[in-house]
């Protein structure tokens, strides 16, 4: 035995293995080679003993390399021969698959979340207040004369302590506003409540979303409009266009009432529209001086204010029939929105 | 509001406008129509035609073909109706006519096969009569081409004007002219307000007398010696109808036509039946009474504002008259009042005693306290004209008005700033002189104007600014975004820490639910009774089911699961965001943000995993399992569940939730009772979190690790653990027992069976790791004989394999 011998089993071993196909050829192999009765490498293992005593550690290495090589390089022809002759059941990928289904956002709530978002990127801070809240921040500090008929018992849910429950969002800028100096950046989401009888429109239990911005520098009507026409683009679609028409609101003068043009229709008139083109979505205005008397603003700075229906506008965008489907939670139905 | 247009036409030339120009004119100022109505048949296009041949159709046994001749051109109609003939004067609908039974529009037509322009119509058609035998016949000497109109009338345009609160000036016809006049730079044409007076003096035929001038600092009687209960002049009723008033008679109708001509409320009274001719003016006395003419006794208190006289009370002040004194059958002489009552106190009034009319509708929004004199003269001058009335004398008035009219100064720049585009300084005094505002003194930089009485709303510069902007028209104003203004932002992280929450539990397969904040008591108590007398109560709710602010979000995610189970859906996970309501130890009202998370039928299992039934413990581990990965993802410190009793839920299937030692929520079985009465037959679990001890730490920001560099070597455990003894107990001892090289411990089986005797068989697997370098076999052998004796002697659980 001897090194070039080894040499010369290792390359035809390594060879003839990578040359077999089938499992039985690589099994004939497997004998040939390391049987443990006529294996080759055994019976080169069981000659060691006869090697000089000098050369012994060395053809022992040798020996060992040798029998690394095509144990390994056999490994690898079974694994390639067994992957490439049997045949393996074939899956049904038809079948269901195993992960639970995301969950859908409640629409007004994706309403809120997709509108805070959009008047983020025009600098505006998310801010809350509670649902129980003061005649001050509710009436009072928001101009609303003493006896202005929002304050009847028949329209508001006045509480045993002599708090209310919020009307509109519009306390939590009076809250924002005592609590910083201008200029007051801030949408304000959340839920108000009024008396009124639950239809296909109305809820006694709804949701706001308002903005005010007031600075010591002019902040005009032409401002809110480009700042609500930016909203309106991007909450309804790039070509959907705003329309101011006066009206009256106690805390803002001029005020004013916001359309959308159909974003479904585009102004040519359909069932959502009403055949106007047009869509009534929010209020807004200028904020009345008397309101930053009210809380102690100095009387000449500037500020505009708008506030806007969260189920009316998802009502709108996803053409929802009736309010009251948003409160039935039904399972079915709000999966829609996933 | 009703604005009949023809009545509108009246004080202002409208004659050049349509309807619908009409319309948007006054709603771009800031008086919106509403509504626009069409009241009785519209004639537009339908005339009076000659039939000049009428010859049978040829594919029809009834039709005919006839030859219409409308003074201008002759037409070919095909008519069905038996007395269609030669000759005939009868109207017909022409091409573009809408016909006003059915409003369906005329065109040209095809009958069987002959050509028709046009319909000659019945007098139902035309909504006349209800006689539909044939067309018909007119007057035979009627010129053809006649509009129909001008035979039987023509509809009437109302408008359905919304008066917002702030604008009671515009609560009358003459009201809306005045802003058509400013709108349309052109003259308003006041009505005539003469009339003849007799020899006797009112100064000697009555006296007023007012105790409370704040609420009433005006009040003027007439007296007509004369009056006669005639009908109504047809205009009159005529108008009254459109405006949705009935006609009584002529004494009773002018009194509320003169209101909706001019706003001015009046009243009048029997003169004989007035004690002592002697109006008195004051406060009601505590418990006062007085029979309203809506024949209800009303209890009055001091508050509110009377006309007396010095027998009792005649009518409440602003509101409605009393039965007393009003007018009746034998009515023959009248004292007319026209007064000016605080519009704060009329409210008080009206809403107090839960009566609202035309009269308070005005006076609580504010009337123009000048009005008085010219509304009572105009009110005589029909009542001579229409009544035979005579009217005495002069008037009897006591006024404590303020002699000096509102002034404003306006700014001119300011006006720029605010509507954020230049409109000239005569432009904007120009819109304002429109509107009646006078100039009393001027400076190039800012104009003191004088305010109209009637324009009760305005009392500031703002004011003014928005009569320029809408009038100036907003469709003007420039869309350019503002360049902004860097706001420091306000710390709105606990806003956007919900957001993420929510976002998280929608990605974890939970559906957003959305439940009102008030709710019926019965469904609070089907949870937790024991809260009701913590519970906030509406004093004055919508309905009975929406009558007590949620004290818990649980209860109504207990009925959402049942309403959806109840309509098919058996398997559900649903979350609520809500707030919650009640009073606090101290009695104060308190509301809190929550987290409620549920989990009904199968939630968990995979989706070919679904016949053996849903066990309890399973269906809380799968909740407890999302509520940690929710932790997870929301950074949320160490939360621990300790197993309590919770009424509403079963017992020893409910913990508190601790997040960072302290209790956050709740979590457990809804009552089995409770549920099988709603009909859910499988377990029913739901949590509840307060929100802000769930996202304190949600944007916490990490502070990166290496990964390890030396291998971890792991050894597992299975062991025989006695009943009570908890997973948690155990990890609790492997941990104190364990090197500080132990790193994981990972429970990988549990497994409980009868031959065990309530005991649970469990399987951990322990990771150890050095950050230095590689463990030694012996030394983490001898870690894990160290914990396998704490085992044992700690909590005698047995070591399985030894």
Same mark, same amino acid.
């Given at each position: 035995?001897?090194?070039?011998?080894?040499?010369?089993?290792?390359?035809?071993?390594?060879?003839?293995?990578?040359?077999?196909?089938?499992?039985?050829?690589?099994?004939?192999?497997?004998?040939?080679?390391?049987?443990?009765?006529?294996?080759?490498?055994?019976?080169?293992?069981? +000659?060691?003993?006869?090697?000089?005593?000098?050369?012994?550690?060395?053809?022992?290495?040798?020996?060992?390399?040798?029998?690394?090589?095509?144990?390994?390089?056999?490994?690898?022809?079974?694994?390639?021969?067994?992957?490439?002759?049997?045949?393996?059941?074939?899956?049904?990928?038809?079948?269901?698959?195993?992960?639970?289904?995301?969950?859908?956002?409640?629409?007004?709530?994706?309403?809120?979340?997709?509108?805070?978002?959009?008047?983020? +990127?025009?600098?505006?801070?998310?801010?809350?207040?509670?649902?129980?809240?003061?005649?001050?921040?509710?009436?009072?500090?928001?101009?609303?004369?003493?006896?202005?008929?929002?304050?009847?018992?028949?329209?508001?849910?006045?509480?045993?302590?002599?708090?209310?429950?919020?009307?509109?969002?519009?306390?939590? +800028?009076?809250?924002?506003?005592?609590?910083?100096?201008?200029?007051?950046?801030?949408?304000?989401?959340?839920?108000?409540?009024?008396?009124?009888?639950?239809?296909?429109?109305?809820?006694?239990?709804?949701?706001?979303?308002?903005?005010?911005?007031?600075?010591?520098?002019?902040?005009?009507?032409?401002?809110?409009?480009?700042?609500?026409?930016?909203?309106?683009?991007?909450?309804?679609?790039?070509?959907?266009?705003?329309?101011?028409?006066?009206?009256?609101?106690?805390?803002?003068?001029?005020?004013?009432?916001?359309?959308?043009?159909?974003?479904?229709?585009?102004?040519?008139?359909?069932?959502?529209?009403? +055949?106007?083109?047009?869509?009534?979505?929010?209020?807004?205005?200028?904020?009345?001086?008397?309101?930053?008397?009210?809380?102690?603003?100095?009387?000449?700075?500037?500020?505009?204010?708008?506030?806007?229906?969260?189920?009316?506008?998802?009502?709108?965008?996803?053409?929802?029939?009736?309010?009251?489907?948003?409160?039935?939670?039904?399972?079915?139905?709000?999966?829609?929105?996933? | 509001?009703?604005?009949?247009?023809?009545?509108?036409?009246?004080?202002?030339?409208?004659?050049?406008?349509?309807?619908?120009?009409?319309?948007?004119?006054?709603?771009?100022?800031?008086?919106?129509?509403?509504?626009?109505?069409?009241?009785?048949?519209?004639?537009?296009?339908?005339?009076?035609?000659?039939?000049?041949?009428?010859?049978?159709?040829? &594919?029809?046994?009834?039709?005919?073909?006839?030859?219409?001749?409308?003074?201008?051109?002759?037409?070919?109609?095909?008519?069905?109706?038996?007395?269609?003939?030669? #000759?005939?004067?009868?109207? !017909?609908?022409?091409?573009?006519?809408?016909?006003?039974? #059915?409003? %369906?529009?005329?065109?040209?037509?095809?009958?069987?096969?002959?050509?028709? %322009?046009?319909?000659?119509?019945?007098?139902?058609?035309?909504?006349?009569?209800? $006689?539909?035998?044939?067309?018909?016949?007119?007057? /035979?000497?009627? *010129?053809?081409?006649?509009?129909?109109? @001008?035979?039987?009338?023509?509809?009437?345009?109302?408008?359905?004007?919304?008066?917002?609160?702030?604008?009671?000036?515009?609560?009358?016809?003459?009201?809306?002219?005045?802003?058509?006049?400013?709108?349309?730079?052109?003259?308003?044409?006041?009505?005539?307000?003469?009339?003849?007076?007799?020899?006797?003096?009112?100064?000697?035929?009555?006296?007023?007398?007012?105790?409370?001038?704040?609420n009433c600092p005006n009040y003027t009687a007439r007296v007509l010696p004369h009056v006669e209960r005639l009908p109504s002049p047809e205009f009159m009723r005529k108008r009254l109808e459109l405006c949705g008033q009935r006609s009584i008679d002529v004494v009773v109708d002018v009194s509320n036509y003169v209101m909706l001509e001019c706003g001015q409320p009046l009243h009048t009274f029997d003169y004989e039946c007035v004690k002592d001719h002697t109006i008195i003016v004051r406060n009601a006395a505590e418990g006062e009474k007085i029979k309203t003419l809506d024949d209800v006794e009303r209890t009055l208190d001091p508050a509110m504002l009377l006309i007396t006289d010095p027998a009792g009370p005649l009518a409440v002040a602003g509101v409605m008259g009393g039965e007393g004194s009003q007018i009746r059958e034998n009515t023959n002489s009248v004292l007319l009042e026209s007064a000016s009552f605080y519009a704060p106190s009329i409210k008080y009034t009206a809403t107090k005693l839960e009566l609202r009319t035309e009269s308070s509708h005005r006076f609580e929004r504010g009337v123009d306290p000048f009005l008085t004199d010219w509304a009572s003269r105009r009110a005589c001058h029909l009542l001579a004209k229409y009544a035979n009335a005579t009217v005495a004398e002069g008037v009897v008035s006591v006024d404590t008005r303020p002699a000096e009219p509102m002034r404003v100064v306006l700014r001119h720049a300011r006006v720029n700033a605010v509507i954020g585009m230049e409109i000239p300084v005569e432009q904007q005094v120009g819109i304002l002189t429109s509107l009646a505002f006078e100039i009393e003194s001027q400076t190039p930089e800012a104009t003191t104007f004088k305010v109209p009485s009637y324009r009760v709303d305005v009392d500031c510069e703002a004011d003014l600014i928005e009569e320029i902007a809408r009038m100036n028209g907003l469709d003007a104003l420039p869309d350019v975004l503002p360049a902004t203004t860097i706001v420091p932002?306000?710390?709105? @992280?606990?806003?956007?820490?919900?957001?993420?929450?929510?976002?998280?539990?929608?990605?974890?397969?939970?559906?957003?639910?959305?439940?009102?904040? %008030?709710?019926?008591?019965?469904?609070?108590?089907?949870?937790?009774?024991?809260?009701?007398?913590?519970?906030?109560?509406?004093?004055?709710?919508?309905?009975?089911?929406?009558?007590?602010?949620?004290?818990?979000?649980?209860?109504?995610?207990? $009925?959402?699961?049942?309403? &959806?189970?109840?309509?098919?859906?058996?398997?559900?996970?649903?979350?609520?965001?809500?707030?919650?309501?009640?009073?606090?130890? *101290?009695?104060?009202?308190?509301?809190?943000?929550?987290?409620?998370?549920?989990?009904?039928?199968?939630?968990?299992?995979?989706?070919?995993?679904?016949?053996?039934?849903?066990?309890?413990?399973?269906?809380?581990?799968?909740?407890?399992?999302?509520?940690?990965?929710?932790?997870?993802?929301?950074?949320?410190? /160490?939360?621990?569940?300790?197993?309590?009793?919770?009424?509403?839920?079963? =017992?020893?299937?409910?913990?508190?939730?601790?997040?960072?030692?302290?209790?956050?929520?709740?979590? #457990?079985?809804?009552?089995?009772?409770?549920?099988?009465?709603?009909?859910?037959?499988?377990?029913?679990?739901?949590?509840?979190?307060?929100?802000?001890?769930?996202?304190?730490?949600?944007?916490?920001?990490?502070?990166?690790?290496?990964?390890?560099?030396?291998?971890?070597?792991?050894?597992?455990?299975?062991?025989? @653990?006695?009943?009570?003894?908890?997973?948690?107990?155990?990890?609790?001892?492997?941990?104190?027992?364990?090197?500080?090289?132990?790193?994981?411990?990972?429970?990988?089986?549990?497994? =409980? $069976?009868?031959?065990?005797?309530?005991?649970?068989?469990?399987?951990?697997?322990?990771?150890?790791?050095?950050?230095?370098?590689?463990?030694?076999?012996?030394?983490? &052998?001898?870690?894990?004989?160290?914990?396998?004796?704490?085992? =044992?002697?700690? !909590?005698?659980?047995?070591?399985?394999?030894?």
């Amino acid at each position: 035995m001897t090194i070039d011998e080894l040499t010369q089993i290792k390359a035809t071993a390594l060879a003839e293995l990578a040359a077999a196909k089938t499992p039985d050829e690589v099994e004939a192999l497997r004998i040939k080679y390391l049987g443990a009765k006529n294996g080759l490498l055994p019976a080169l293992m069981k +000659q060691l003993k006869d090697v000089p005593p000098a050369d012994k550690p060395q053809m022992g290495k040798e020996l060992n390399a040798l029998r690394t090589a095509v144990t390994d390089a056999l490994q690898a022809a079974k694994d390639a021969s067994s992957s490439a002759g049997e045949a393996v059941e074939p899956f049904d990928f038809s079948l269901p698959g195993n992960w639970t289904k995301a969950g859908a956002m409640h629409p007004v709530s994706s309403v809120i979340e997709e509108t805070t978002r959009i008047f983020a +990127q025009l600098g505006f801070t998310v801010a809350d207040g509670p649902d129980m809240e003061t005649e001050f921040n509710n009436f009072d500090a928001l101009n609303t004369a003493k006896h202005h008929p929002s304050r009847d018992e028949r329209d508001t849910f006045w509480l045993a302590d002599g708090n209310l429950l919020r009307t509109q969002t519009s306390p939590v +800028q009076i809250r924002a506003m005592l609590a910083t100096k201008p200029p007051v950046r801030i949408i304000n989401p959340g839920r108000c409540y009024r008396r009124d009888t639950t239809d296909a429109t109305h809820a006694a239990n709804f949701h706001q979303i308002e903005g005010l911005y007031v600075d010591v520098k002019p902040v005009s009507l032409a401002d809110l409009k480009s700042t609500l026409a930016h909203f309106a683009r991007e909450m309804m679609g790039p070509n959907v266009k705003v329309r101011f028409r006066p009206h009256f609101f106690p805390f803002t003068e001029p005020s004013v009432e916001v359309d959308f043009s159909c974003h479904l229709c585009h102004g040519k008139g359909c069932r959502v529209c009403k +055949q106007s083109g047009w869509i009534e979505i929010a209020g807004a205005g200028i904020v009345d001086t008397r309101v930053f008397k009210h809380i102690g603003y100095p009387e000449d700075c500037y500020g505009f204010a708008f506030g806007m229906g969260v189920e009316r506008i998802a009502m709108i965008k996803h053409g929802i029939t009736d309010l009251r489907h948003l409160y039935t939670n039904d399972l079915r139905y709000l999966k829609q929105f996933v | 509001m009703k604005l009949p247009i023809s009545w509108l036409a009246e004080y202002i030339d409208i004659s050049d406008l349509s309807v619908q120009e009409l319309a948007d004119r006054i709603t771009f100022a800031g008086i919106e129509i509403e509504g626009i109505e069409q009241v009785g048949p519209c004639f537009d296009n339908i005339v009076v035609a000659e039939v000049r041949e009428c010859v049978d159709h040829p &594919n029809s046994d009834h039709l005919h073909v006839t030859k219409v001749w409308d003074g201008e051109n002759e037409y070919q109609v095909v008519c069905g109706a038996p007395n269609c003939r030669a #000759g005939l004067i009868t109207p !017909l609908a022409r091409i573009g006519a809408i016909v006003p039974e #059915g409003k %369906f529009e005329i065109k040209k037509g095809k009958l069987r096969g002959v050509e028709s %322009f046009g319909m000659l119509c019945s007098a139902r058609e035309l909504m006349l009569s209800g $006689d539909h035998d044939g067309i018909m016949e007119l007057d /035979p000497s009627l *010129k053809p081409g006649t509009p129909l109109s @001008s035979l039987y009338g023509s509809s009437e345009t109302v408008f359905d004007v919304e008066i917002t609160w702030n604008r009671p000036d515009c609560l009358s016809i003459i009201g809306i002219a005045r802003e058509f006049a400013a709108i349309l730079g052109r003259p308003l044409k006041l009505p005539e307000v003469d009339f003849p007076v007799v020899e006797a003096k009112a100064a000697d035929l009555c006296n007023v007398k007012i105790e409370n001038s704040v609420n009433c600092p005006n009040y003027t009687a007439r007296v007509l010696p004369h009056v006669e209960r005639l009908p109504s002049p047809e205009f009159m009723r005529k108008r009254l109808e459109l405006c949705g008033q009935r006609s009584i008679d002529v004494v009773v109708d002018v009194s509320n036509y003169v209101m909706l001509e001019c706003g001015q409320p009046l009243h009048t009274f029997d003169y004989e039946c007035v004690k002592d001719h002697t109006i008195i003016v004051r406060n009601a006395a505590e418990g006062e009474k007085i029979k309203t003419l809506d024949d209800v006794e009303r209890t009055l208190d001091p508050a509110m504002l009377l006309i007396t006289d010095p027998a009792g009370p005649l009518a409440v002040a602003g509101v409605m008259g009393g039965e007393g004194s009003q007018i009746r059958e034998n009515t023959n002489s009248v004292l007319l009042e026209s007064a000016s009552f605080y519009a704060p106190s009329i409210k008080y009034t009206a809403t107090k005693l839960e009566l609202r009319t035309e009269s308070s509708h005005r006076f609580e929004r504010g009337v123009d306290p000048f009005l008085t004199d010219w509304a009572s003269r105009r009110a005589c001058h029909l009542l001579a004209k229409y009544a035979n009335a005579t009217v005495a004398e002069g008037v009897v008035s006591v006024d404590t008005r303020p002699a000096e009219p509102m002034r404003v100064v306006l700014r001119h720049a300011r006006v720029n700033a605010v509507i954020g585009m230049e409109i000239p300084v005569e432009q904007q005094v120009g819109i304002l002189t429109s509107l009646a505002f006078e100039i009393e003194s001027q400076t190039p930089e800012a104009t003191t104007f004088k305010v109209p009485s009637y324009r009760v709303d305005v009392d500031c510069e703002a004011d003014l600014i928005e009569e320029i902007a809408r009038m100036n028209g907003l469709d003007a104003l420039p869309d350019v975004l503002p360049a902004t203004t860097i706001v420091p932002t306000a710390d709105d @992280s606990a806003i956007r820490a919900a957001s993420l929450c929510r976002r998280t539990l929608c990605q974890l397969g939970f559906t957003e639910i959305m439940n009102y904040s %008030f709710t019926a008591p019965a469904i609070l108590d089907a949870f937790q009774p024991s809260t009701a007398d913590s519970r906030i109560v509406l004093p004055n709710p919508v309905s009975a089911d929406h009558s007590v602010m949620r004290d818990s979000l649980i209860p109504q995610m207990l $009925d959402i699961m049942s309403y &959806n189970n109840s309509h098919g859906t058996q398997t559900a996970s649903l979350f609520e965001m809500g707030r919650v309501f009640y009073k606090d130890a *101290k009695g104060a009202y308190t509301e809190e943000d929550r987290v409620c998370v549920g989990l009904m039928g199968y939630a968990g299992r995979s989706a070919t995993d679904c016949v053996r039934p849903v066990e309890s413990g399973e269906a809380i581990l799968w909740l407890k399992g999302a509520l940690e990965s929710l932790a997870y993802r929301l950074h949320t410190p /160490p939360m621990t569940m300790k197993a309590t009793d919770i009424e509403g839920f079963d =017992k020893g299937c409910a913990a508190v939730i601790i997040i960072a030692g302290r209790p956050a929520g709740v979590i #457990g079985l809804i009552n089995s009772d409770v549920r099988k009465k709603r009909r859910i037959m499988s377990p029913l679990v739901i949590a509840e979190l307060k929100r802000s001890v769930l996202l304190t730490n949600a944007f916490k920001v990490v502070n990166a690790k290496d990964v390890p560099m030396f291998p971890a070597t792991t050894r597992d455990i299975a062991l025989i @653990s006695g009943a009570g003894v908890t997973h948690e107990q155990l990890v609790q001892v492997m941990k104190k027992a364990g090197p500080a090289e132990l790193t994981g411990i990972t429970l990988f089986d549990i497994f =409980k $069976d009868k031959k065990l005797n309530g005991r649970t068989s469990l399987a951990y697997s322990l990771e150890f790791r050095s950050p230095e370098r590689t463990l030694k076999d012996d030394e983490v &052998n001898a870690a894990l004989d160290k914990i396998k004796a704490a085992l =044992k002697a700690k !909590l005698q659980v047995e070591i399985r394999g030894e």
